[in-house]
């Protein structure tokens, strides 16, 4: 069963049972690339900033009380996801979200007819755009919504940084007091703690979090209302204050009206510069992901002085092989969220003049980048952070072999002295604390009271309240 639909270039027929109509059914037959539709936060968000939309036009009297009542409970059952199938477009159809914007309001129209005891089609009823559209233009409800849905998931992010970097802190204190040799470009340098490695990635995440928090301040203020260029033409002054107010109360999210309409139906800037936070973010699970693979390295031949959980069998042909995979897939995801950053730049530097037509790739990858990250945080801190332990054994043997403490040992013997210590340490296997007694230059007890963990691994020189006439 079909029903007929026109518009300017012609008719199609559009199966009967279908919610979505001609508009669609074109961008589908166009623009079918990815096969990826739009993003279900993107689909949410639409559906949001419809219902603000129709609210408001009730509100000041611009469309019958009835018709209104139909179109929100269809934004609802759309922003809730039962309608999710009928979105058909692709995610990166041309045309700066016309084509999904026009999807959306085909599916409202015709859920709201139904609503109202009419079947769909009949839009002399309900129509997609006198009635769904009304006092909107694509060039403002879509680089809304692209806006509501990136704050929401922003603060969801922002919440995961902070539980992952909780997670860290707890390591900190639980191993604060087992040394260990800290590294330098990936030679042994000084003692460090377990605990201060756990607190420098605990303290990189804190800047994410608070990054994160302020991207917030940059997206929160939106265009709606400015229509096609940003110039409000076609849309009653009294419905943009109204239709943000609408949307603010129904999100519960901090959106406020753009100063400058027009500058921000132009501009990408401030969703590109999101997309910078999530790749620094992203650069940091990184390097931690690499720390704890190196650190984790084994289990007999490698480091090991870390030990990450174990998810799952690592080899189909190795028995008994496990890898740090989870460290692996966030390494995977941040890689793709810095890809992401590149190609949203390219999108945002060829805007043209009065609008940037490449708004859906953006919006793609910048929602695709918050959902991504907010499940690797999780899952980072669920399956990897939580459940690391320690080889405190393996710390202390790594520790004893490495000769890093000479350095505690420089201010008191000088630079030279020790550089020729510790060739010897190496080069015959011994400990720099043998030598050193050897050689007359501590006793043991000295040698104690410099190398005990807090003042090897605090700032000053190690043991001078006990050594001070040994100094130089």
């Not at 694509?138 to 806006?147: E, G, I, L």
């Not at 201060?196 to 303290?203: K, M, P, V």
Request: net charge negative; proline share 4%; aromatic share 6%.
């Amino acid at each position: 069963m079909i029903r007929i639909e026109w518009d300017s270039l012609g008719e199609l027929s559009i199966p009967k049972d279908a919610y979505y109509g001609i508009h669609a059914l074109r961008a589908k037959e166009n623009f079918s690339v990815t096969g990826q539709p739009p993003h279900r936060e993107l689909i949410w968000a639409m559906a949001v900033v419809k219902k603000a939309c129709t609210v408001a036009n009730r509100e000041i009297g611009m469309i019958e009380a009835a018709k209104a009542e139909a179109i929100i409970k269809a934004c609802d059952e759309l922003a809730a996801g039962s309608l999710d199938g009928q979105i058909i477009v692709d995610a990166l159809s041309g045309g700066a979200g016309t084509s999904m914007n026009m999807n959306i309001n085909e599916v409202i129209a015709n859920r709201a007819l139904e609503f109202m005891g009419f079947e769909k089609g009949r839009y002399n009823i309900i129509h997609p755009l006198e009635d769904v559209n009304l006092n909107q233009s694509t060039n403002d409800v879509f680089p809304t919504a692209v806006k509501v849905a990136t704050v929401r998931l922003l603060r969801e992010l922002a919440d995961e940084v902070a539980l992952l970097q909780g997670e860290f802190q707890k390591k900190e204190k639980e191993y604060a007091k087992i040394l260990k040799v800290g590294r330098t470009e990936l030679q042994d340098a000084v003692p460090v703690t377990v605990g201060q490695e756990f607190s420098a990635w605990a303290e990189a995440l804190n800047r994410d979090w608070w990054r994160l928090n302020k991207a917030v301040e940059r997206v929160r203020q939106v265009n709606l209302g400015g229509t096609a260029v940003g110039t409000g033409l076609n849309c009653p002054k009294i419905f943009i204050d109204m239709a943000v107010e609408k949307l603010r109360e129904l999100t519960g999210l901090p959106v406020a009206k753009a100063d400058n309409l027009f500058e921000a139906t132009q501009n990408t800037d401030t969703l590109l510069e999101v997309l910078g936070y999530l790749k620094t973010l992203s650069s940091n699970l990184i390097k931690i992901a690499s720390d704890l693979r190196f650190l984790s390295s084994g289990p007999k031949a490698g480091i090991g002085e870390l030990k990450l959980p174990a998810v799952q069998v690592g080899s189909s042909i190795m028995p008994g092989k496990v890898n740090p995979v989870i460290p692996e897939m966030v390494t995977q995801v941040g890689i793709k969220v810095i890809a992401s950053d590149h190609a949203v730049g390219f999108a945002c530097s060829m805007g043209n003049l009065e609008l940037n037509p490449f708004l859906p790739l953006i919006a793609h990858e910048l929602i695709g980048s918050l959902k991504m990250l907010k499940s690797c945080v999780r899952l980072f801190r669920e399956k990897c952070i939580s459940g690391i332990t320690v080889d405190e054994a393996r710390c202390r043997e790594l520790f004893d072999r490495s000769s890093c403490i000479i350095t505690a040992f420089s201010p008191y013997l000088g630079y030279e002295t020790c550089a020729e210590i510790y060739k010897e340490a190496v080069r015959t296997g011994r400990k720099v604390e043998e030598i050193l007694i050897e050689r007359g230059f501590f006793t043991e007890e000295e040698i104690e009271s410099i190398t005990q963990p807090q003042e090897l691994t605090t700032p000053g020189f190690a043991g001078i309240k006990y050594l001070r006439r040994l100094l130089k």
